[in-house]
């Protein structure tokens, strides 16, 4: 898509928004129009507000003057998280200069418009109009780094993991692989020991390797990938010992390939050679599948066109009960 399309494309959507925020407030009654004119504008001490969408978007729409660039994406991620219940009362919320003109929460009074909640904001009037230069310059706090502020001390990792973990199965089932904080952290919680278990499994298939095709890490996410769709753990740590070994169990076995394929991008100067992480990924996943049915193999390819390669193990390899 060019740039001037894409433009034009930006521009049609911020219009429906506008629209759409628009026509809610006109839906607003005499009460609601009373409580939007009562918090805006007045020096009162920093008080939490109960917004409906319809206050929200009248707030939006009379008082949303000079302010940074409307980014319609973000409105729909954060109404997204609003529906999802995963909406927080915290410090942030929206805040006035003392001419009545919104200085900050443009996206978040959007987002409750059309989002059909009702939210509890802070709400903070007063601002001088050079004091919005010191707002928004800390970064946002992480799921990994919350969870090792709630005692998990791997938590980081975890998280990368349970990140992984959640997007490799998005893509499989065709899905949007955006997820929140809140997301990645409730998943990375309740499957803790899964988690946990792969990190070891991948870890240890480095151990006494001298050159390994793939580095810890990228073996405990190839691991942690595999132990979320129920693959037996003996298979997991024979499969990544074989292939980061480049050993075969049986004559033309995917392990020789594939450790050969991703030696040559790991050691490789030139372009063509080199593999994407999600690509070395799905073409772990294909090739224990091969290994795990004892099939040989003379290449070993993978592309987006075939379909995502599963991450659940297949009935015919479980044991039969």
């Known amino acids: 898509m060019s740039e001037s399309t894409k433009e034009v494309v930006e521009t049609a959507a911020l219009s429906a928004l506008r629209e759409e925020i628009e026509a809610i407030a006109k839906l607003a009654t005499s009460v609601d129009r009373k409580k939007a004119n009562s918090i805006i504008g007045k020096e009162l001490p920093p008080t939490f507000v109960e917004l409906l969408p319809t206050i929200a978007a009248l707030v939006f729409v009379n008082a949303n003057g000079v302010n940074r660039g409307l980014s319609v994406a973000r409105i729909r991620n954060y109404c997204d998280d609003m529906k999802r219940g995963e909406w927080r009362k915290n410090h942030q919320g929206v805040a006035f200069y003392s001419n009545k003109r919104m200085a900050d929460g443009q996206h978040r009074m959007a987002a409750v418009a059309i989002s059909g909640t009702?939210?509890?904001?802070?709400?903070?009037?007063?601002?001088?109009?050079?004091?919005?230069?010191?707002?928004?310059?800390?970064?946002?706090?992480?799921?990994?780094?919350?969870?090792?502020?709630?005692?998990?001390?791997?938590?980081?990792?975890?998280?990368?993991?349970?990140?992984?973990?959640?997007?490799?199965?998005?893509?499989?089932?065709?899905?949007?692989?955006?997820?929140?904080?809140?997301?990645?952290?409730?998943?990375?919680?309740?499957?803790?020991?899964?988690?946990?278990?792969?990190?070891?499994?991948?870890?240890?298939?480095?151990?006494?390797?001298?050159?390994?095709?793939?580095?810890?890490?990228?073996?405990q996410m190839v691991a942690c990938i595999l132990v979320s769709g129920g693959w037996h753990i003996y298979l997991i740590e024979a499969f990544l010992s074989s292939l980061q070994r480049g050993v075969a169990t049986y004559p033309e076995a995917p392990t020789t390939f594939l450790s050969k394929l991703l030696m040559r991008s790991k050691l490789s100067d030139r372009r063509k050679d080199v593999i994407p992480k999600f690509d070395q990924k799905a073409l772990c996943l294909k090739a224990l599948d091969l290994w795990a049915h004892n099939m040989s193999v003379t290449k070993l390819k993978w592309s987006l066109s075939e379909g995502v390669p599963t991450n659940v193990m297949p009935d015919d390899i479980k044991p039969k009960s």
């Open 118 to 219: 009702t939210q509890t904001m802070l709400l903070v009037n007063g601002m001088e109009e050079d004091s919005i230069d010191t707002v928004d310059r800390s970064t946002r706090r992480t799921a990994g780094e919350s969870l090792v502020m709630k005692g998990m001390g791997n938590g980081k990792l975890l998280a990368k993991a349970g990140k992984e973990v959640m997007q490799y199965s998005a893509k499989v089932e065709g899905r949007s692989d955006r997820f929140t904080d809140i997301q990645i952290e409730t998943f990375t919680v309740a499957n803790r020991d899964l988690l946990q278990h792969g990190l070891a499994i991948g870890e240890d298939s480095t151990h006494n390797v001298t050159d390994p095709c793939l580095t810890r890490a990228d073996a």
